[in-house]
């Protein structure tokens, strides 16, 4: 297994990539954009195939490189379902289990520090962000944080098994991660305190703003930038459109199967997980191959269009023009009045 540790100097953000071995896909959690050249540099090293970019919530003290990182690689974007970001890949539900490659990540949802904080756990290492430092706990005074809110979250984490390794969003005195267990009994802040001495402690921190915060919110709130801009206009296609050209075209859901089984799909839709569409379609037996050497028009969709978007620049750079995208994905489906099946 890799699980490699990068450290920013300038905001002593910790950032995580996870992986099951050289070669195959990665994930990476909480990157900084000034150190994206660094992420791709290693992952390069190992010929790893970043399928997915992670954030535990908005920060505030230094610009995510998710937006980088997925111009750049054609990655996924991942985010909690309390993210008001612009534009993710998908945004995900507290205690679902997600599946990317051979990587399974739940998802727990533990506000306090930002009101859309969340943290992973992958096999026995627990991704907090600022939800739980070393000893220590993210602030909640800006972003609709909540002492109480927070103090529930971490009595939720700590019903995880005490080897359950903690791996934080930040430290400042050098340590890399620390424990459940060792959190229970070492952490001043919330060992042996009742919620009421919690919630005094944080509402008198009196911290200054963190330095980049009127920059950062703001820019990590606008994942879109200008993704879906630079789709051509003859790309772009309407609910209304698809449904009136539904038998006539191929219309393909990129969605990952869990999502897919939870909300159903569009009648007669091909099914290919974005994750998967660069490897099938330089496979020449694969049936999304045939589809897109086909004569009929074949349009993506996924659930907001972020995907699809990136599949017509994976796709158009192959020299496939006879393609479309539906643009906002399955929401704009759904807020048009039309139907999903199950099968």
Known sequence: MILEQFFDQTSSTYTYLIAQKAGSEAIIIDPVEENCDQYLKFIGERKLRLIAALDTHVHADHISGLKKLR??????????????????????????????????????????????????????????????????????????????????????LFELPNETIVLPGHDYKGENYSTIGREKVENPRFAGRTREEFISIMENLNLPDPKLMDIAVPANLSMAGDLKQKIAKDWLVSAEELEANRKNWNIIDLREPEEIAKTGTIEGAKKIAYTQLAKEIDSEDSEISRLLKGDKRNVFYCAHGERSALALKIVSEKGMTNIGHLDDGISMWIDSGHNLVKN
């Open 71 to 156: 111009d750049l690689t054609l990655c996924m974007t991942l985010m909690g379902e309390a993210s008001k970001t612009d534009l993710v890949s998908r945004r995900l539900a507290d205690g679902e289990v997600i599946r990317l490659g051979d990587i399974e990540l739940k998802t727990f949802y533990t506000p306090g520090h930002t009101d859309d904080s969340y943290s992973f756990l992958f096999e026995n290492y627990l991704f907090t962000g600022d939800t739980m430092l070393i000893r220590s706990n993210g602030r909640t005074d800006f972003q609709n944080g909540s002492p109480s809110k927070l103090y529930e979250s971490l009595q939720r």
